[in-house]
């Protein structure tokens, strides 16, 4: 299972009910930051989450709206001692910005953690327990922009009441039985894997794609996926200048999710010129299966569904947010162009 917590899904600025692009991934007990724009750790902090074991960002691409954020928890880092080192996973470009912002922040700080700049590459990027990271590259403005696919490996099940009517003990010879080896027990019988090993299951996949400007290339990487969180800035009516800023129409986003076959399509980086029930309407026409991120929403992605995770109630607890309804011109008239 994979959790995912979005924290900001703006487009380009924030508005009223949306902050800049910032999405929590949490994986047992790792956490990886994707993108973090302007204001992504007080959203850190309404989210409950708080900074413990953050310790992993990986960046999609350069542009501001998603590496500003970095230089606030940078300097909370160093105030709080929130954590010994902070690894940054990112495009050459992209990099060097976040080295530039840094510099400036942090002038003058004697830190207590250390910062590692690690230039990404096609490929693996890590790997934790079971979890894969990897990273491919996708086409925006500029050079260095990546998606990424969080890939669970698939596993066998132990089967714990064969094994106990097979009468074999717990400790060291259950655990050489699910890593794939054949034991002897100690009345000389052999216990082979198969024998107390369901069937293969396949592990969660999760797909994250950024700002990007086509996705006729990602099919193949984007297959069978559990969730898919994509783009979606502009409607097909502006397509033209969906294509002049390298970014996606809420249609190509659905048509990528049919395509590829895949769960659940979650669209992310949404623009304020657009009521938000148009967007979707234009996703689902193409790909039902599609809802629209929200600011705080936390989803939990198991193999073939998601499910929404909800927060408790008690006197702390963040107000519901506004309806989606609402664009937000009408929400700034509500709130007096606050």
Request: charged share 25%.
């Amino acid at each position: 299972m994979l959790e995912v917590v979005f924290l900001g899904t703006s487009a380009s600025a924030p508005s009223v009910r949306r902050g800049l692009p910032a999405t929590m991934v949490l994986y047992r007990d790792r956490r990886f930051l994707v993108d973090a724009g302007e204001g992504t750790q007080r959203q850190i902090l309404r989210s409950g989450m708080g900074f413990r074991r953050l310790d992993t960002v990986l960046l999609t691409h350069g542009h501001l709206d998603h590496i500003l954020g970095l230089g606030g928890i940078a300097s909370t880092f160093e105030r709080w001692e929130a954590t010994e080192r902070l690894r940054i996973h990112a495009g050459s470009w992209a990099l060097q910005r976040v080295r530039d912002l840094m510099e400036v922040v942090l002038r003058g700080e004697n830190l207590g953690f250390k910062i590692e700049y690690l230039p990404l590459e096609p490929g693996i990027v890590l790997q934790t327990g079971d979890l894969e990271v990897v990273a491919f590259p996708v086409k925006h403005r500029g050079s260095g922009n990546f998606g990424f696919v969080f890939q669970e490996h698939s596993r066998r099940p132990f089967l714990s009441e064969r094994a106990e009517s097979l009468g074999i003990p717990q400790g060291p010879v259950r655990r050489d039985l699910v890593a794939g080896k054949s034991v002897i027990l100690p009345d000389g019988r052999t216990i082979h894997p198969d024998q107390v090993l369901g069937e293969l299951q396949p592990g969660t996949k999760m797909v994250y794609i950024g700002d990007v400007a086509r996705v006729d290339d990602l099919v193949g990487i984007c297959r069978g996926a559990d969730l898919l969180i994509c783009e979606s800035t502009y409607l097909w009516s502006d397509l033209a200048t969906a294509r002049q800023y390298g970014h996606l129409t809420a249609r190509q986003a659905g048509e990528l999710a049919r395509s590829a076959g895949v769960k659940q399509l979650i669209l992310n980086h949404v623009s304020r010129r657009y009521p938000p029930r148009e967007i979707l309407a234009e996703a689902r026409a193409a790909f039902p299966s599609t809802l629209l991120s929200e600011d705080l929403q936390h989803y939990a992605v198991f193999p073939g569904r998601v499910e929404r995770v909800h927060r408790g109630g008690g006197r702390d607890a963040e107000p519901p947010l506004p309806s989606p309804d609402l664009s937000d011109e009408q929400l700034e008239a509500m709130l007096g162009g606050a």
